[in-house]
């Protein structure tokens, strides 16, 4: 596994190039779309040719954004640049079509916060026990010298808030909190960004949660619980992919419940899965390996092929392998 680079040396990479693509995994959530933005946003201030591309686009609850329309699909015509820099992806293929839009890069960078990512890039910064990418591109921001704007606050505390559940999971750190009120200094609103944040979800995705709630189970002596998504209730209530971001906080929050699962079917005969853990002692980036997926070890995500049911089984019988007896 390749050393990483220090942010010294990534920041001076970005100084000395001139055409750049930012890129952010599909199915972004805040800590990928705050980072695509606020790199963006870097680099235009330093006057940088910059593109900024996801296969979603910039999703329908982050457009609030300074900058949030910048980010947009990759073209058709695959296209050349300097420099591709990818943000909070742990493997490269997550970076779907944006990945394979870029035809020539004399240089890929790799941000992570991910313990599963291989170090995919020429230049590489993987630190797993940053709560989220956002504090790592805040960091090269101070190490490098480079411009931090308060638009760019904006979505680095996005970035943070989202992945650290408004700075309240484990891995949220002393330096998250001092970040934080860096952030505040250039000029975040806490209160109007979290409002806009938690508070502002359309009614859509609020059946959605009703339909889930009326479908969840119990496995595991109650300590798993776990809901399933079918195509079919996506269509009935005309919900969008985005909708399903932060839906299983809410049976992860049940007392007595130790891992939580969500499934979702998707079109082309894959199920997406998404697993949170609230103690170290299961570690779900090791469950989603054995699906092909990864991520952390209290929060993991996979896509597996097979019908809704059979993966739903499968990996509730590999939770269960993984529980302590106790």
């Not at 990928?32 to 680099?43: E, H, R, S, Y």
């Not at 006057?47 to 947009?72: A, I």
């Not at 699962?261 to 899965?273: C, I, K, N, S």
Request: one cysteine or more; hydrophobic letters at 40%.
């Amino acid at each position: 596994m390749p050393a990483d680079s220090t942010l010294a040396e990534i920041a001076d990479v970005i100084r000395t190039q001139q055409r750049f693509v930012v890129i952010s995994h599909i199915r972004p959530d805040g800590d990928a779309l705050g980072c695509t933005i606020a790199m963006g946003l870097c680099l235009r201030a330093l006057g940088k040719d910059v593109q900024m591309w996801n296969d979603d686009g910039c999703v329908e609850r982050f457009h609030f954004l300074p900058g949030s329309g910048r980010v947009t699909q990759p073209p058709e015509e695959p296209q050349d640049f300097d420099v591709a820099i990818m943000l909070d992806t742990a493997v490269k293929d997550r970076g779907g079509r944006s990945v394979r839009a870029v035809k020539n890069a004399g240089l890929w960078i790799n941000l992570d916060h991910h313990v599963s990512n291989p170090r995919y890039g020429d230049l590489n910064f993987i630190d797993s026990t940053s709560p989220a990418t956002g504090q790592i591109l805040f960091e090269l921001c101070r190490a490098g010298n480079l411009p931090l704007t308060s638009e760019m606050a904006d979505s680095l505390f996005v970035a943070i808030s989202t992945d650290t559940g408004s700075f309240q999971y484990p891995n949220t750190t002393a330096r998250t909190y001092e970040i934080g009120a860096e952030l505040v200094r250039l000029g975040v609103n806490v209160g109007t960004l979290s409002q806009k944040m938690y508070e502002s979800h359309p009614r859509r995705r609020i059946e959605l949660l009703k339909a889930m709630l009326n479908v969840m189970r119990f496995s595991s002596e109650d300590r798993v619980a776990s809901i399933a998504l079918p195509l079919s209730t996506v269509r009935e209530l005309g919900t969008k992919p985005d909708d399903t971001e932060g839906l299983i906080d809410h049976i992860r929050s049940i007392e007595g419940v130790r891992v939580a699962a969500f499934f979702e079917e998707l079109p082309d005969g894959l199920v997406r899965g998404s697993l949170r853990s609230k103690d170290p002692s299961t570690d779900v980036c090791k469950i989603a390996a054995q699906f092909g997926g990864g991520g952390h070890t209290l929060a993991a995500g996979l896509r597996t092929r097979g019908t809704l049911a059979e993966v739903q089984e499968k990996i509730l019988q590999a939770i269960h392998d993984q529980l302590p007896r106790n």
